[in-house]
T-cell receptor
Framework: AQSVTQLDSQVPVFEEAPVELRCNYS??????LFWYVQYPNQGLQLLLK??????LVKGINGFEAEFNKSQTSFHLRKPSVHISDTAEYFC??????????FGQGTILTVHP | DTAVSQTPKYLVTQMGNDKSIKCEQN?????MYWYKQDSKKFLKIMFS???????INETVPNRFSPKSPDKAHLNLHINSLELGDSAVYFC???????????????FGQGTRLTVV
């Protein structure tokens, strides 16, 4: 069975600083990985996805993530965060028929 | 606007009642889902329908019954509501993708259900 672990429940950071949100996965089937963002009282929005090919994937809002098969990781990074990036971020693993298994979420708080 | 829309956005009801949440997508997707987000923000899939057929049914009490009248709609009916059913319920949909691989899900805004 697939499982996804987000290693940090909360990450505080100052504006314009870099940030990394960590995600590890375990799976015995094909790996499809996603990062979603949830703003307060809203649904989930896709930031980026890894299906195959290049291990460095770029997403919206300046985010990127690197798929590392040997470390079974898919960490999310942004070189310079904004106040508006404050939200909860979810890493998820997917199957070919669309089932998503989510991590526990990481609350990113950007301070001025 | 093209989107996944859920109604109602908020639902407060008493224990023992029966309630429904409706979901519609106009994205032309063939698969729809229900996810539950609990008070700790943990998200877990409940059901998935592909072209009106149930393809995923996780361990969910029988009090929860999804219904898909067509591939653009997936409703969730809950009987005999319990306090533990309080959560945010998200509907989502996904296109078939390439080679049958579903590349991403598009989520609705969620329905916050509070059982008192």
């Amino acid at each position: 069975a697939q499982s996804v672990t987000q290693l940090d429940s909360q990450v505080p950071v100052f504006e314009e600083a870099p940030v990394e949100l960590r995600c590890n996965y375990s799976s015995s089937v094909s790996v499809y990985l996603f990062w979603y963002v949830q703003y307060p009282n809203q649904g989930l929005q896709l930031l980026l996805k890894y299906l195959s090919g290049s291990t460095l994937v770029k997403g919206i809002n300046g985010f990127e993530a690197e798929f590392n098969k040997s470390q079974t990781s898919f960490h999310l990074r942004k070189p310079s965060v904004h106040i508006s990036d404050t939200a909860e971020y979810f890493c998820a693993g997917g199957t070919s028929y669309g089932k998503l298994t989510f991590g526990q979420g990481t609350i990113l708080t950007v301070h001025p | 606007d093209t989107a996944v829309s859920q109604t109602p956005k908020y639902l407060v009801t008493q224990m023992g009642n029966d309630k429904s949440i409706k979901c519609e997508q106009n994205l032309g997707h063939d698969t729809m889902y229900w996810y539950k987000q609990d008070s700790k923000k943990f998200l877990k899939i409940m059901f998935s329908y592909n072209n009106k057929e149930l393809i995923i049914n996780e361990t969910v009490p029988n009090r929860f019954s999804p219904k898909s009248p067509d591939k653009a709609h997936l409703n969730l009916h809950i009987n005999s509501l319990e306090l533990g059913d309080s959560a945010v319920y998200f509907c989502a949909s996904s296109p078939p993708g390439t080679g049958g691989v579903r590349t991403e899900a598009f989520f609705g805004q969620g329905t916050r259900l509070t059982v008192v």
